[in-house]
């Protein structure tokens, strides 16, 4: 089988209907059901002034970080621009995770333009304390929660969640965790932490079925560049959820190369053979029968 060439520069249209595809936001059930779930509780958090907080779970590429995007949205989208309102703090936290470390990204959430030039932990706490009094944040929104918890990091894992427990309490600041599913071991690390953010929300892959099926004609639907009534045809979409199981991101990065295939045609039809030439390009090149659009002639 031969390979056809790439060209090193994607063309205009290509770049559109990608960006299209990129930016594509598909309001499914479960999704929606937490996102409005989130913000119904903080609010009632916020009223009641009660210490508690939301832990959601999801597999990479199911849009949890959108989620929390989305939350944050509905949270200030009725904020007067003209006056003081309190702002919903975000944060994303990376490998290694430890106490030092998240003060430092609370510190930065609140606004502080830098770090003390001799941070430590002692006075970071301070700081942030100070500017949750002074700001009174809705929310604290935690982006990658599961690096708590990786590895062997249980004592780690509890400080941290230890240092989020007293903040909780202190000012009463809701806590909105967003991880893996390996987050879900900080329900065994500290039980303390989790008494207080006890809903669980939990954003799984799509079954083959009827969910499935109506993502995918909301996903036709809003790719309006080219025509993609192919992704409705049953085989279409059997083989579809076959090699991305289900999954929102690998599903978005197949269409996006697909389409660029057909974009600058004078018809730009979505077919069997673009999806080919896609799944080559978003999960590398598979010869013959290995490509699972492959048709044998």
Avoid at 117 to 127: A, F, G
Avoid at 152 to 169: E, P, S, Y
């Amino acid at each position: 089988m031969t390979i056809p060439e790439i060209p090193l520069d994607t063309s205009p249209k290509g770049v559109a209907v990608a960006r299209q595809i990129l930016d594509l936001v598909v309001q499914y059930p479960d999704f929606e059901r937490i996102q409005n779930a989130s913000v119904a509780s903080t609010n009632l958090m916020l009223q009641l002034k009660m210490s508690t907080g939301i832990l959601v779970l999801a597999e990479p590429g199911m849009g949890k970080t959108l989620l929390l995007e989305l939350i944050q949205r509905n949270l200030t989208r009725k904020d007067n621009v003209l006056e003081k309102a309190s702002p919903v703090l975000t944060v994303s936290l990376d490998s290694a995770v430890d106490t030092h470390k998240i003060a430092a990204k609370a510190m930065m959430a609140l606004g502080y333009p830098m770090l003390p030039s001799r941070p430590n932990l002692e006075s970071m706490t301070l700081m942030v304390d100070r500017a949750i009094e002074r700001l009174g944040p809705k929310v604290l929104l935690i982006d990658e929660s599961q690096h708590m918890c990786e590895g062997n990091r249980d004592i780690t894992a509890r400080a941290v969640t230890d240092w989020l427990k007293v903040r909780m309490d202190k000012h009463n600041l809701p806590v909105v965790c967003a991880g893996t599913p390996t987050f879900e071991r900080i329900c065994d690390i500290n039980e303390q932490f989790v008494s207080r953010a006890s809903t669980k929300y939990v954003l799984n892959p799509f079954a083959f079925g009827d969910g499935w099926v109506q993502l995918m004609q909301a996903v036709k639907v809003g790719i309006s560049l080219i025509e993609a009534g192919l992704l409705e045809t049953p085989w279409c979409l059997k083989m579809l959820h076959a090699v991305t199981h289900g999954n929102l991101r690998r599903l978005k990065k197949l269409l996006i190369y697909a389409s660029i295939e057909c974009a600058d045609r004078e018809n730009p039809i979505l077919t069997r053979d673009d999806l080919r030439r896609g799944f080559d390009r978003a999960f590398g090149f598979k010869e013959g029968p290995e490509n699972p659009f492959y048709v044998r002639g």
